[in-house]
């Protein structure tokens, strides 16, 4: 059962799951979104009696907060029980273009199995100008960018385009531009300075 459970599954098994769960939640009259949990646990805190925002009915939201926290947990059970030996799968390419710009491709579960470069996550790494400047500047734009865009990119790719709904598209757009203007060129401005 574990060698079935912890060998590599086809995409679409993923992609079931996800039709399945967006089903469920448009019956039941649902939306899934992440970084809407922060707005949750916000509340729950008592923002609502400093900010009309997180002022809402935060008990019908729990079940978000049971599935980011499952989310968290399965990922801490598939490392650290069923990892798989072998690392993530990364194209020639991207591999050079990342080593171009001073990224390392890890190979190893120490090395992070290709999921989180040492160069900006390992620890020795962390505190240096460069990295504190992508970590801190760039936690703010996504946590901004997502209540700007009325959600994060789970949100409209997954909840909001199955709604068939135009701010989401419109959001996933400006998140492919901004992902794409990231990735080929504020990325590598960044590194190799």
């Keep these: 059962m574990i060698e079935f459970i912890s060998q590599p599954w086809h995409w679409s098994v993923s992609g079931v799951a996800i039709v399945f769960v967006m089903f469920i939640l448009l019956w039941f009259g649902g939306s899934f979104g992440a970084s809407s949990n922060l707005r949750t646990l916000c509340a729950i805190g008592g923002a609502g009696n400093k900010h009309s925002f997180f002022d809402f009915d935060w008990k019908g939201q729990l079940w978000n907060l049971v599935f980011i926290f499952s989310a968290v ?103 492919f531009i901004g992902g794409l203007l990231m990735s080929w060129i504020l990325l590598p401005m960044i590194l190799t300075v």
């Design 73 to 175: 947990v399965g990922g801490f059970i598939a490392v650290s029980f069923f990892p798989s030996p072998e690392p993530v799968q990364i194209a020639q390419a991207t591999q050079e273009h990342l080593s171009s710009i001073g990224i390392s491709t890890p190979q190893t579960i120490r090395e992070g199995f290709g999921y989180v470069p040492s160069e900006i996550f390992a620890v020795d790494n962390l505190f240096s100008p460069r990295n504190l400047f992508l970590l801190i500047v760039g936690g703010f734009f996504v946590g901004f960018g997502a209540r700007y865009a009325g959600g994060c990119t789970s949100g409209h790719a997954i909840s909001g385009l199955s709604n068939l709904q135009l701010p989401s598209l419109i959001a996933v757009i400006g998140f």
